[in-house]
């Protein structure tokens, strides 16, 4: 069972920066690949970035250039650093993460973000 807890979220103006961080309970390198995903009003979940036990990442269309996901092994912690946000990035961003022995989706509860002038 893997544990994640997210924190960092809250309420920005347009053009500002957040960055998200995930705790969790098992060292990163059992994960096969660990991910940023959000939700926002009246949407289905998405995903925003990605990044895998090889280093290599993957962002949606949206994030490029403006997010920026990270691991830190030592802490065993997975960032997202959110620049130049805008209104639209407004929602509820969750942590996700697949182990690689088991191949299951864990997910944290999940942290709001809010980018309104």
């Known amino acids: 069972q893997v544990q994640l807890v997210e924190s960092g979220g809250g309420l920005v103006q347009p053009g500002q920066s957040l960055r998200l961080s995930c705790a969790t309970s098992?060292?990163?390198?059992?994960?096969?690949?660990m991910g940023w995903y959000r939700q926002g009003p009246g949407k289905q979940r998405e995903l925003v970035a990605k990044i895998y036990s090889t280093g290599s990442t993957n962002y949606a269309d949206s994030a490029k250039g403006r997010f920026i996901i990270s691991a830190d092994a030592a802490k065993n912690m997975v960032y997202l650093q959110m620049n130049s946000l805008k209104p639209e990035d407004t929602a509820v961003y969750y942590c996700?993460?697949?182990?690689?022995?088991?191949?299951?989706?864990?997910w944290g509860q999940g942290t709001q973000v809010t980018v309104s002038s």
């Open positions: 996700n993460v697949v182990p690689r022995s088991s191949g299951i989706d864990y």
């Open positions: 098992g060292s990163i390198f059992g994960f096969a690949a």
